[in-house]
């Protein structure tokens, strides 16, 4: 049997005091299904970083990082979070339901 594709997420960090994650097709997310993703971090700052925890899942930049990476993670059922370690206001949460 074939493992189902990976999903891919864009996420971003700047300009200025924004921070986004985003489906490929450009909707914010809220909600995911449990599995594997492959997600383009773009940092356009050197201020902030973009660090996103979840179920199994501790990944961030460094704050004076600016560039794009791309991390490939596994999520599980549970809660998500990605915020800025340098400016606790920039911060979202999802949810991560699991797969049916």
Not at 3 to 8: A, E, F, G, S
Not at 23 to 40: C, N, Q
Not at 65 to 81: D, E, L, N, S, Y
Not at 85 to 99: G, N, W
């Amino acid at each position: 049997m074939t493992p189902p594709p990976v999903k891919k997420l864009v996420a971003q960090i700047g300009p200025k005091t924004t921070i986004s994650l985003k489906t490929a097709s450009g909707a914010r997310v809220k909600r995911l299904t449990a599995g594997a993703y492959s997600i383009k971090v773009k940092d356009l700052t050197k201020s902030d970083n973009f660090h996103l925890t979840a179920v199994g899942v501790n990944k961030k930049t460094g704050v004076e990082f600016r560039g794009t990476r791309t991390w490939k993670v596994t999520f599980a059922a549970g809660k998500g979070t990605y915020r800025s370690d340098a400016h606790k206001r920039l911060r979202a949460s999802f949810v991560v339901v699991a797969a049916s």
